[in-house]
């Protein structure tokens, strides 16, 4: 996992003068500057946290697309986080919530000592450290707008300062329309908060039950399982469904690439190991260098392409599929960063973590400037 979603970044603390003196050049004599901050995960919530004893100087507000730690609360199901627990800790207070073993993940056993890292450390699984998070926006408290998903940032060329543009859904479900003003932005919305969405030609599936991520595990106890994807996001996938927690009947892993990702760390190795031994005792099938042709309620077709991908299909073969789940991995919000106006071109710069946009910073796991990888 580590390598895959991105070891759990810090927030790069040094930065922070860098983003005052910047709000600071942007603001007229006599008010205090804003920022706006776009996401509220782990990243966010630090961040905030730092500016929070700052308030004299600076004043800062979230904008957030569905609650607070989402993607954190979107983990797969049993997950525990690969970072020891002190890597959690925002603002002053400890997140004694977390209390899971990394080898957890592993033996299934909440109790057991951990031994991937000497016992040193606890961890923390999704459910704790998303109590964690909210325990930390609730306290002070956090300007954290739930449910409010920024669909566009642009400068005002009069005044300077940025319109951040969010759709916010009220309790009673209506869409809103926010518009709010900032003098810098961050955007700390994430690397992977969005599944890669799994696309089917609607004339290929009849009645198939469909989805681009797992989900809750119990829709999956007893049934078969076709899992589409053996990038790290797959294999996981396919070897939690296996597991006591998910207890799928049977599970296909399929994709057409011809091998299974490569063992970059401890993470993809551990399931590499169990797709062997789910496979050897016959939970799990594996087909790879097919493309799922059609499907129905309880089955697809798999369809294996002529050596070279020219003169049409070398055979087919039906397997058994209540659900389809096409774990192609997961992004960013591709459709703000191009609404902001990235481009491919748009750059960040390592020192200050501005962009290439003046005014707008990148914290966080999409510090890699997410809009090198569209
Ligand atoms: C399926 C999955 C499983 C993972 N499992 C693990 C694990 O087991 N252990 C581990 O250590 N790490 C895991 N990770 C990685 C971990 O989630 C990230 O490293 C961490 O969440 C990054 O924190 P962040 O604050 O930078 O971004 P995020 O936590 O992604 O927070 C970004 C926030 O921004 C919000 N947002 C996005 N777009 C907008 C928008 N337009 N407007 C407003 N808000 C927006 C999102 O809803 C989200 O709440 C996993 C990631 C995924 C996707």
Redesign the pocket.
Known sequence: ??NH?????AVPLLWLPLLLATVSVHTHEGRIPHVAV????????RLIACLQPHSALVSVEA????A?????S???EG?????PKHTFKIGKLEPDECSQCLDAVYTADKSAPCLLDGGKARHCG?DEYVAYMRRVAEHGPMRVHEH????DIKRNTSTGRFSVH?NHRSEQSEMLQLQHSADAVVL???????PKPFRLDPGTVDGARVSS?LETASKYAGRNVLVIGTGP?GMESAVRLCSSMYGAKHVTLASHSRALYHPINDYVNQSLYRIRQFTNEGLMSLHLGVEMSRANATHAVLARQKKGGVGGIANEVTVAADFIIGALG?T??VA?VSAIGFGTNGSLNDATYETSIPGIFN????GVAPWESL
């Open positions: 996992m580590a979603y991105r070891a759990q970044p776009v996401g509220a995960g782990p990243n966010a919530l904008f957030e697309a569905e607070v730690g989402n993607t954190i979107s983990w797969y997950s525990i986080s690969h970072s999704r409010a998903k920024v669909v969010a700390a919305f994430g690397a992977a908060s969005l991520h996001s997961f960013t919000d703000l914290l966080g796991v999409s």
